[in-house]
């Protein structure tokens, strides 16, 4: 949980609704990138759709117009949290900007591409992976530029946050103030919620019959904390039947928002902690 704080949130304002965004840098990024769009009703997140983002309007399978398209769809829902599974931000060390708005906006113009952003993020942390406090303490699998994940980062950071943040078409937290009229975007990383209510070790990214069950103990796990309903049976054989987890995992993004949004004392940090800098990950 995040420390003493020296902002305060809005408090006469919460999100109505939640949106869990299992988010990719693939080329065909809107095949891959899924969003579950949830009400929040009587202290219950009620499960409305889960979707693929090339369904999204203006949208389609290739990445840039995906990532257009999520970003207009973000920024169009002014009463909504967002959880998004990417790095907001990178390790000290191999951080290049005094704060992380600068950081943000300068991502594209320093980091030419993904290689080249991996590049120099391992040879000045000294040929290593380095991690962030908040991956240490959430126990992500990854460093933000690990091969794995790198991508992710990348076209995370210069094609979705920093147009949102450079128009102020979001908040993000907890480097930014909540505000009413714009959504809150929280990061979040699927495999330290799962670790957090023990479901981790089911391997669920399969087209197997294994895998397909792991999907449904993985939902039925979900269900029973209390903090979700989905009442469609086409809707959760939906996101069952998703044999890469994709749909899933942003059900459990959905989730870790929703309880982050329970917990208003971690919307926001000193502006001289470590997380104001590197990020903060919601589990």
Known sequence: ML????????????????????????????????????????????????FQAKDLPSSAAERDSCL????????????????LDFPFGLPNKVLKANGWEEFVLSFGNYYLDPGQFREICWAVAG????????????????????????????????????????????CVLPMQRTSSGRPWLFEVCTASTLKSINLYLLPYKRADKESTLNR???????????AILID??????????????????????????FRALGN??????????????????YV
Do not use: M
Not at 216 to 226: D, H, K, L, P, Y
């Open 216 to 226: 449904a103990r993985i939902i039925n796990g979900v269900v029973e904390t209390g």
């Open 68 to 83: 257009q398209a999520l970003c207009h769809f973000i920024s169009s829902q002014k009463a909504c949290a967002f959880g």
């Open 127 to 170: 040929n290593c992976e380095q991690r962030r406090n908040t991956d240490r303490t959430s126990q992500t699998p990854f460093s933000p530029y690990n091969r794995r994940l790198y991508r992710q980062t990348y076209y995370g950071i210069r094609d979705v946050l920093a147009p949102l943040v450079r128009h102020q078409f979001a």
């Open 3 to 50: 420390k003493a704080r020296d902002l305060t949130p809005d408090s006469s304002y919460l999100p109505s609704k939640v949106c869990g965004v299992d988010f990719s840098g693939a080329k065909k990024a809107g095949s891959k990138i899924w969003v579950t769009s949830a009400l929040i009703v009587e202290e219950v997140l009620k499960i409305e759709d889960c």
């Open 232 to 257: 469609s049976s086409a809707l959760r054989s939906k996101i069952i039947d998703d044999r890469n987890g994709d749909a899933l995992d942003s059900v459990i993004a959905a989730f870790a928002t």
């Open 264 to 281: 208003p004392a971690c919307f926001v940090v000193p502006r001289t902690s470590t997380y104001a800098l590197e990020g903060y990950i």
